[in-house]
């Protein structure tokens, strides 16, 4: 065989090295070897195997794999698929995804990993293949994981030298150049940036502090509170067809979102659909503006044509505010929802 474990000493390693070279030359004359790998033993009696794998899909690009790893990992096929970029939400989900993260989350005597350790390991991961797009296939398997923290005990690797940038990622990583800080009318800075999956609780936290009227002219009717499929579709964005823009404030301690603005995109970019909400509390800032003319230069950069949006015909305030920046009343559709439209491609 090519691995050999237990190595008590130098003398025990360099015998273990001289009847490897032995078995090679003999069954494979023709080999070449340039050296050996020679690591510490890894003794972690107890732990958890598990596998973290990089494929490359011809349509959706690299794509991440988590589930139980050891030698029977094609027999087990305990597995969990995702797309990077990862976060820890994500990261998250694709572990819970899986049989063995029942065993992770510990049982009986046996206490529970740290998930906080193998959730990190798979964001390193996912972001190495974003900077080095070389890496078309990884294989991390076993990744030992206890209570201690995880080790990776072995890993292959294969890189295509014509792989590059980031067009092959099917979902595009967190945007960071967008982000911006702005002042409002009463003095206070808040930052506008891309909405994140992890933004989530606070966004749930935000639609509740929202007044039944707001909430109304937001969703076209009451709703309750937003189930975790809906909230997830809304902070989980495909950056690349469909942007959300969020305020945060910039006060320490001040962890909440106070207005949010978002379009999506159709697949020609002739035209992106718009929706603007503002905490209800901080009407009168001039936060609502300043999300607007945000996601509007977004669009003109991305060299889209229009715009377009749908108000109620009773939400006069919102109606004469897109007014002033720009948008046309298009039409009135089932008697009460005014259709707008911004065009972007006509005289500034």
Known sequence: GGVVLNLAGPFEVEKAGNLMLERVGVKFPEARIDGFTVQRMANRAGAHEIIIGVSTDPIFGPV??????????????????????????LARDLIERTRIAKLLHGYRDRPAVDLEAITLSLIKISQLIIDIPQIVEL??????????????????????????????????????????????????????????????????????????????????GLVGELPHTEMARLTQIDYDREMAFIAVPLDDGVNETWGVVRTMCDPDNEKAEFAVVVRSDLKDTGLGRLLMNKIIRHCKVRGTGQIVGQVLHDNIRMLKFIETLGFKRIRLVEGEIVEVALDLRGPA
């Open 64 to 89: 991440l794999m988590f589930g139980q790893g050891g030698t029977a990992v094609e027999i087990i096929h305990d597995f969990a698929i995702g797309l990077p970029p990862l976060n820890t939400s």
């Open 139 to 220: 294989d991390i398997n076993p990744l030992f994981a206890d209570a201690s923290g995880v080790i990776a005990v072995d890993a292959r690797i294969r890189l295509d030298p014509a792989s590059t940038g980031s067009e092959r990622l099917a979902i595009q990583p967190y945007p960071k150049d967008l982000e911006e800080v702005v002042t409002l009318k009463n003095g206070r800075t808040v930052l506008l940036r891309p909405i994140r999956p992890e933004d989530e609780p606070n966004h749930h936290q935000f639609v509740s502090r929202l007044t039944p009227e707001d909430i109304r002219f937001r969703f076209f």
